[in-house]
């Protein structure tokens, strides 16, 4: 079985724009998480998506936002960035959502914001 | 206020020695899970501890589960270069919570 991909898995951005990561869970599985890790804070969960449903919202400001499509894949989209959203993003993917079943995280994808 | 705290949070040790790393949190979980995580990769699942008092033993790592589900350790017996790397532990007090993660150790090995 295929694992979690994320594309792309580098991104260099300046202030003010916009960025859109992608997640493909692994085959079978409908939960998707993302989650931002950075030095100082750690893994910081940011939205749970199942069945194309947001389930849960972590504390991050509206212009952190995801979707997920039909197919179990997942986006997230970060408009007017700032340097503080450079950081490691990371997706999971499980067969069932809440916390209680495995996760398997991607590579992640490495946003730098200049 | 971080609900998983970890300690230490660096650790630097020879080949050979023996280490404990420490999940502690005043919320009880209804489990814990360890994970290990390597430069430039996500975090991988070791262990998922459920029980109160649980321990399970993976080759040279024992993970256990406090009494009260509140805490957890990991220690590793004879530590090797390859163990290197960021363990995290996380939980979630029910089923319809997200996963909460605590801040990591970052070991070393030396050979």
């Known amino acids: 079985k295929a694992g979690v991909t994320q594309t792309p898995r580098y991104l260099i951005k300046t202030r003010g724009q916009q960025v859109t990561l992608s997640c493909s869970p692994i085959?079978?599985?409908?939960?998707v998480s993302w989650y931002q890790q950075t030095p100082g804070q750690g893994l910081q969960f940011l939205f749970e998506?199942?069945?194309?449903?947001?389930?849960n919202k972590g504390n991050f400001p509206g212009r952190f936002s995801g979707r997920q499509f039909s197919n179990s894949r997942s986006e997230m989209n970060v408009s007017t960035l700032e340097l503080g959203d450079s950081a490691l993003y990371l997706c999971?993917?499980?067969?069932?959502?809440?916390?209680?079943?495995?996760?398997?995280f991607g590579p992640g994808t490495r946003l730098l914001v200049l | 206020t971080q609900l998983l705290e970890q300690s230490p949070q660096f650790l630097s040790i020879q080949e050979g020695e023996n280490l404990t790393v420490y999940c502690n949190s005043s919320?009880?979980?209804?489990?814990l899970q360890w994970y290990r995580q390597e430069p430039g990769e996500g975090p991988v699942l070791l262990v998922t501890?459920?029980?109160?008092?649980e321990v399970k033993k993976l080759k040279r790592l024992t993970f256990q589960f406090g009494d009260a589900r509140k805490d957890s350790s990991l220690h590793i017996t004879a530590a090797q270069p390859g163990d290197t790397g960021l363990y995290l532990c996380?939980?979630?007090?029910?089923?319809?919570?997200?996963?909460?993660f605590g801040k990591g150790t970052l070991l070393t090995v030396n050979p």
């Open positions: 998506y199942f069945s194309e449903t947001q389930r």
């Open positions: 501890v459920v029980t109160g008092g």
């Open positions: 996380a939980g979630a007090p029910g089923s319809n919570y997200k996963l909460t």
């Open positions: 085959s079978g599985h409908r939960s």
């Open positions: 919320s009880v979980f209804s489990s």
């Open positions: 999971a993917s499980s067969s069932a959502p809440g916390g209680q079943e495995t996760q398997y």
